[in-house]
């Protein structure tokens, strides 16, 4: 005897493209930069507008950026001049160490790393994982095929961490460069990273 059977109803699993806003002079030379407010560098401006080719025609329904210039600014020059700011895409906080290099931190404590000691005065890699996991809720919800999203380094590479239900730590292994797209998805039902840190 056939069975009928039911017609599948696959869930709304938006891509998210994750996008580093370009260079400034603190991400150049290497120093830790949360609530600073830089601005893109002319290289910066430059590998912004780059982004722009690569963005266009593809349609997002939700455009969000760090509320940081370096962020809006790599949006707009991308060609995303209205993106709505959200707070939970703000860079790690950094605390006593803003500003300051890894190198230069180790000086004092040769064992530091950010994703399992966070930073004094700021955040801790607990206190970036529960923004990071409200933010995906938001993501995963979004309208439309696919989301966009400005933002920076550290707190991206949480992002991409904690889409695939890895610790905060696993950042780690996560290279991210100015200027560069990612895209995060699905293989099935499972959170997966489609492309990572393409220039």
């Keep these: 005897m056939a069975t009928s059977r039911q017609p599948d109803r696959q869930a709304h699993r938006p891509e998210v ?4 806003h370009g260079q ?4 150049r030379d290497g120093k830790h930069t949360s609530s600073t407010d830089l601005p893109l560098t002319p290289d910066g ?3 912004a507008r780059s982004l722009k080719s690569r963005l266009d025609g593809t349609e997002f329904g939700l455009v ?3 509320p940081r210039q370096r962020a809006r600014a790599t949006a707009e020059l991308a060609g995303f001049p209205n993106p709505e700011i959200d707070d939970d895409l703000r860079e790690w906080d950094y605390g006593e160490y803003e500003g300051v290099t ?3 931190i180790r000086e004092t404590d040769p064992d530091w790393s950010l994703w399992t000691d966070g930073a004094p005065g700021g955040e801790r890699p607990a206190d970036v994982e529960a923004r990071v996991d409200r933010l995906i809720v ?3 919800s ?3 095929e696919r989301v966009l999203v400005f933002a920076h380094g550290h707190v991206l590479r949480v992002v991409g961490a904690r889409w695939c239900d890895w610790p905060v ?3 780690a292994h996560l290279r991210l460069d100015t200027a560069t797209v990612s895209v995060l998805g699905w293989e099935r039902e499972t959170p997966a990273i489609g492309r990572w840190n393409a220039p």
């Design 17 to 20: 493209w994750l996008v580093r």
């Design 24 to 27: 400034t002079e603190w991400s």
């Design 45 to 47: 401006e430059r590998a």
């Design 64 to 66: 969000l950026a760090s």
């Design 102 to 104: 890894t190198p230069q």
């Design 138 to 140: 938001r993501l995963r």
């Design 142 to 144: 979004a309208p439309g």
């Design 169 to 171: 730590a696993a950042g």
